[in-house]
């Protein structure tokens, strides 16, 4: 004995997905990499050179002779591969790798306290433009649907 079980409409709705799935890079991608640098940008916010728009405090300055040198402007960049957008920051020091006690780890710890209320976290930078970015994916993604023929 067999018993067949078959959905009616299939045809449309695989074509529908497979119209999808070729939309969907040209879609994402170029928001996906404006919000990734500008959540860069504010947690590193570099003018170029040793200039910030995060002020120096007056201990920094208090006769030490403390000068930025932009190597964390510098050394953070926007990466991609595939289908992923990465921020990544390597800035190195006469005491080793800082970007983490100035931004914070990815998970947003490691922000040293003399950073912290001054520089962004990046992890905060990330997760506030991925929500406007996903907020702005899923109406697209309606849209898609919608013009598709799949509704949800």
Same mark, same amino acid.
Request: without cysteine; charged residues 30%.
């Given at each position: ?9 299939? %045809? ?7 119209? *999808?799935?070729?939309?969907?890079? !040209? ?16 947690? @590193?916010?570099?003018? !170029? !050179? ?16 403390? +000068? ?8 953070? +960049? *926007? ?31 490691? /922000? ?22 996903? @907020?702005?994916? %899923? ?7 919608? /013009?598709?023929? *799949?509704?949800?």
């Amino acid at each position: 004995m067999q018993i067949t079980a078959r959905l009616e409409g299939n %045809d449309k709705l695989r074509r529908g997905l497979n119209k *999808i799935d070729k939309v969907l890079p !040209g879609l994402h991608m170029p928001r996906l990499r404006k919000a990734m640098k500008r959540a860069m940008k504010r947690a @590193v916010p570099w003018r !170029g !050179g040793g200039s910030y728009d995060v002020p120096v405090t007056e201990n920094q300055t208090n006769g030490r002779g403390y +000068q930025r040198t932009g190597n964390l402007g510098a050394s953070t +960049q *926007i990466e991609e591969e595939g289908h992923s957008v990465r921020i990544v920051s390597n800035a190195y020091g006469r005491s080793g790798g800082y970007s983490r006690r100035v931004i914070g780890y990815a998970d947003g710890e490691g /922000q040293a306290w003399m950073h912290k209320g001054r520089w962004v976290l990046l992890r905060t930078a990330v997760d506030d433009e991925l929500r406007v970015f996903l @907020v702005e994916y %899923d109406a697209d993604m309606s849209d898609i649907m919608r /013009q598709e023929g *799949i509704g949800l």
